[in-house]
């Protein structure tokens, strides 16, 4: 069974995405903020690939994805970033800084599923 990290501060959102993994056999482990991430990541057996926010707070998305990429044991993990941010130059520099896929939310379920089913 694959394995995904979900990270986002707003509650709703992360049962939203969670549930979306679920009903599709995905095991789900949560997040609260992108330094509880990285405390996870850092400490438990690695998922399969990271859904990230990018707005959070004490660490933001972009952050996080920054750690992740100069981390040996992370760079190479695949990252989605789910968020409200849309313009094209935050899609523009999340995919420059190391995510390989941006979703923008509100996001269609089977679109997600796709995309995280791509990287799986």
Request: glycine letters at 4%; hydrophobic letters at 40%.
């Amino acid at each position: 069974m694959s394995k995904v990290l979900v990270v986002d501060d707003l509650h709703s959102e992360l049962e939203r995405i969670s549930s979306v993994l679920r009903s599709s056999g995905i095991d789900v482990v949560q997040a609260h903020d992108g330094e509880e991430a990285i405390k996870k990541l850092q400490e438990q057996e690695l998922p399969d690939l990271v859904i990230l926010d990018v707005i959070m707070p004490r660490i933001n998305g972009f952050e996080v994805i920054r750690e992740l990429r100069e981390d040996d044991k992370t760079k190479k993990l695949p990252i989605i970033i789910c968020t409200q941010k849309n313009t094209d130059i935050d899609k523009i520099w999340g995919m420059e800084i190391g995510a390989d896929a941006y979703v923008t939310k509100p996001f269609d379920s089977g679109q997600l599923l796709n995309i995280v089913q791509r990287f799986l």
